[in-house]
């Protein structure tokens, strides 16, 4: 099937930079619209960011300015660069993604990885 890995997360001082990475895997015929989640403990996740195939970006509003979205579809990946980083953007961050698969089924945001952990200490 597919799969999405997550990584780039990390402890960082207020005000630093991360850059987190998403690279989706499997039979993948073609990406719709790709974004960015996040979670924290006993809150639902909820939609940080996100690219459409057209490059069209939104942002939740509490990190617009800071956040830039951007992927790669040569390889299937997904970057969430975090700058200004505050301690409320401590949380699991996932990424998802519409897909195709080659066998012509489509996905809708049914794949989650493993999620990586931001940590922002003030």
């Known amino acids: 099937q597919v799969q999405l890995v997550e990584s780039g997360g990390g402890l960082v001082q207020a005000g630093g930079s991360l850059t987190l990475s998403c690279a989706a895997s499997g039979n993948i015929h073609s990406i719709n619209l790709m974004a960015w989640f996040r979670q924290v403990p006993g809150d639902e996740r909820v939609q940080v960011a996100s690219?459409?195939?057209?490059?069209?970006?939104r942002y939740m509003d509490s990190v617009k300015g800071r956040f830039t979205i951007s992927r790669d579809d040569t390889k299937n990946t997904v970057n969430l660069r975090m700058n200004n980083l505050k301690a409320e953007d401590t949380a699991v961050y996932y990424c998802?993604?519409?897909?195709?698969?080659?066998?012509?089924?489509?996905?809708?945001?049914?794949?989650w990885g493993q999620g990586t952990q931001v940590t922002v200490s003030s």
């Open positions: 998802n993604a519409d897909i195709l698969t080659t066998d012509m089924v489509q996905y809708e945001f049914d794949f």
């Open positions: 690219i459409s195939s057209d490059g069209d970006t």
